[in-house]
């Protein structure tokens, strides 16, 4: 495989390699992504909620980029509502899967094999709103990819992050269950001590100079294959933040 990365990049090879190699049944409901399949509606729905007071007709015309798309579940989703989106991946097998999958659907995604930071670097403030999903529990430095985020916003615009929080609760049901027990994702997707307390994302993101808004859990039901927003962040959550 592949990439654009260059060396001492934000990035593990390992994990590239991983995600890589579920690239063509990414788009398949029932293959190994399709707990992502799930939680999407309520990811695009979350931005929505957020969103909407900035913005009269949802996300029509919202220029949004996001950070990690893999094949690009979230990101068709938020150009299908209107926004326009830019997309960025590492993995150029999952970039080639979501280019393909736009032409067959018809949705517009300007997608790009670039790491983050380089985007920073081009195009500082040139975003309404970044997301960045499944992501930080991946790379070496999450904080510097959060700082790179918060370069990328407007003043006004808004950061979306969802990652797995660092408890026993996590470890059993991301880790041991979904992976060893229920074989929903394959063995190795997660490695707990890459987990994120909120806590600690609320520290990268001051330190980015954003304000944190939200934090809300993200609960998921394997067994019904159902998802919704909760008050339980001690699993899955999302968070939302403003850059002043």
Not at 59 to 75: A, E, P, R, W
Not at 106 to 118: F, I, N, Q, S, W
Not at 119 to 134: I, K, N, S, Y
């Amino acid at each position: 495989m592949t990439t654009q990365a260059n060396v001492g990049a934000n990035y593990h090879q390992a994990e590239l390699d991983k995600f890589a190699a579920l690239a063509n049944r990414w788009w398949d409901p029932d293959g190994p992504q399709r707990a992502l399949h799930v939680l999407n509606p309520v990811r695009l729905d979350y931005l929505h909620q957020r969103l909407a007071p900035a913005a009269a007709h949802g996300l029509q015309g919202i220029k949004v980029l996001d950070v990690g798309c893999g094949g690009g579940l979230l990101s068709e989703a938020m150009a299908a509502a209107g926004a326009q989106v830019t997309a960025i991946d590492l993995a150029d097998e999952l970039i080639r899967v979501a280019r393909l999958h736009g032409l067959e659907s018809g949705v517009k995604v300007d997608y790009r094999l670039t790491p983050v930071e380089a985007l920073a670097a081009e195009q500082p403030a040139g975003f309404d709103a970044v997301t960045c999903m499944e992501m930080l529990e991946h790379v070496p430095d999450p904080g510097a990819i959060v700082s790179a985020c918060a370069a990328l916003l407007r003043p006004g615009g808004r950061l979306f992050l969802s990652t797995l929080n660092r408890t026993p609760a996590a470890f059993a049901l991301a880790i041991v269950g979904a992976e060893y027990v229920a074989g929903l994702l394959p063995k190795g997707t997660h490695r707990y001590a890459d987990f994120i307390r909120p806590s600690e994302l609320a520290a990268w993101l001051r330190a980015a100079g954003l304000q944190l808004e939200d934090v809300s859990g993200l609960f998921y039901d394997p067994l019904r294959q159902r998802a919704r927003l909760s008050r339980r962040t001690e699993v899955n959550y999302l968070a939302c933040a403003v850059k002043p």
